[in-house]
């Protein structure tokens, strides 16, 4: 992946709290970066430092076109349904939901796959619920 410490360090900065210089910095880096792959992870990053859901949803989107890693699937198919949930679509929601069902066993135990394994059941339930609200354990809040 091209300049990866320069987008681990931008979606740091999201995760800490500072959207706005993460958005920045990863929208430049997306213009200035050209391999589908990487732009793909930015693309997945950049949903996650955007202010409103519709937003989320056209950079998750973006990311679902061009990464080519399956490893990234089921976080790319559960951002998608979370999105999709959220915008209240959740016919939508429940496929993306299937979709990163039928990826979790391609994940690690610990670490990043508790954390997929974990989301995707707080989007379950939430699904499941019906609600729209923004939880609290997504990684846009």
């Known amino acids: 992946m091209i300049r990866l410490a320069e987008i681990t360090a931008a979606a740091e900065a999201g995760r800490s709290g500072d959207r706005e210089t993460a958005r920045t910095r990863l929208t430049e880096l997306w213009n200035e970066i050209d391999d589908p792959a990487t732009r793909g992870v930015i693309a997945h990053f950049l949903a996650d430092v955007q202010d409103e859901t519709a937003d ?12 080519s890693d399956d490893g990234w699937l089921p976080s790319l ?6 999105d999709y949930r959220r915008l209240s679509e959740f016919s939508k929601a429940e496929e993306h939901l299937a979709a990163a069902a039928t990826n979790l066993d391609r994940l690690p135990e610990g670490g990043y796959g508790d954390v ?6 707080h989007v379950s339930e939430a699904l499941k619920a019906r609600s729209a609200h923004r939880l609290e354990t997504n990684p846009s809040s």
């Open 56 to 67: 989320e949803l056209t950079w998750d989107l973006k990311a679902l076109e061009l990464v």
């Open 116 to 121: 997929i394994r974990s989301g995707f059941a």
């Open 77 to 82: 198919h559960l951002s998608l349904a979370d």
